[in-house]
């Protein structure tokens, strides 16, 4: 069996696929921040919750430029709509690498879409639910009756935006470590054995990421790393199984 990818295109066939991939994109994409921003309300209470359920009475937040709420809304609107479409997004992506794969490689095109949304909406509700909330609750502890927090908006939202993206892209370790045990870089055995120093690394991207110093947040995020480690382990062996099964088969088909 031939495989797609040596079958050379010009450069200007790929520019071309991927403008229309991205147009695509950019349509839903454009969609979607249409649908969002006609629940901006909804949306505003819904990105401001993990804050306002632990500000003190009386507090709220603000902003201090006259377009500023205007463009707070645009920018909800617009993240919601990049979080609703992703797996549309995510497909888009898998259809433009798709011809460099093997005819048996391009199989995996559901469960890469449905895995990689799962776990990317997955990491975003844990850290909305379960991190964010004791991570503000620490910052809003410091307040006194002569020091009132006055928390500006887009400040709220930058940070809330980072660490929620930073949560939903770190869920996707078994996704990311499948795709490299299938190219050959990892496997199961390597990933077992760095297993110590994996956790350190985990431990200092948590304390990097965590919008708080305080070490219940960064074990907060510590710990569903190092179980999402432990997942990219199997997935790992799986991955290894299946690529010296397929690798069995194409020499069998070879020696007929």
């Known amino acids: 069996m031939e495989n797609p990818a ?5 450069l200007t066939a790929h520019l071309e696929e991927l403008r229309k991939r991205l147009i695509r994109v950019m349509v839903v994409l454009g969609i979607g921040f249409g ?11 819904v990105i401001t919750r993990p804050l306002v359920e632990v500000l003190p009475q009386h507090s709220s937040l603000i902003y201090t430029g006259l377009p500023e709420a205007f463009f707070i809304h645009m920018k909800i609107a617009f993240f919601a709509s990049l979080f609703l479409t992703s797996p549309y997004t995510l497909f888009q992506i898998w259809k433009f690498i798709s011809p460099g794969l093997y005819a048996k490689e391009k199989k995996y095109v559901i469960p890469f879409v449905i895995s990689s949304t799962l776990l990317f909406v997955g990491g975003v509700l844990f850290g909305y639910f379960i ?3 004791p991570a503000f609750k ?6 006194t009756d002569a020091l009132k927090p006055m928390v500006s908006f887009r400040e709220y939202l930058g940070l809330t935006l980072k660490f929620l993206l930073a ?3 770190s869920f996707e370790l078994p996704v990311f470590m499948f795709f ?3 190219l050959g870089i990892v ?6 054995r760095q297993r110590r120093y994996a956790i350190l690394v985990i431990f200092i991207a948590a304390a990097v990421l965590t919008p708080s110093p305080d070490v219940l947040s960064q074990i907060l995020m510590a ?10 382990i199997g997935v790992a062996k799986f991955a290894g199984r299946k690529k010296v099964q397929e690798h069995d088969e194409e020499s069998d088909s070879h020696g007929q």
Do not use: H, I, R
Request: one cysteine or more.
């Open 6 to 10: 040596e079958e050379k295109l010009p």
């Open 35 to 45: 649908v969002c921003y006609t629940f901006k309300n909804w949306s505003f209470q």
């Open 131 to 133: 991190a964010l909330p």
């Open 138 to 143: 620490f910052f809003v502890s410091f307040s």
């Open 167 to 169: 949560f939903g892209l």
């Open 180 to 182: 490299l045990t299938k």
């Open 187 to 192: 496997d199961a055995a390597v990933l077992a």
């Open 223 to 232: 710990v569903p790393l190092m179980l999402l480690y432990e997942v990219s």
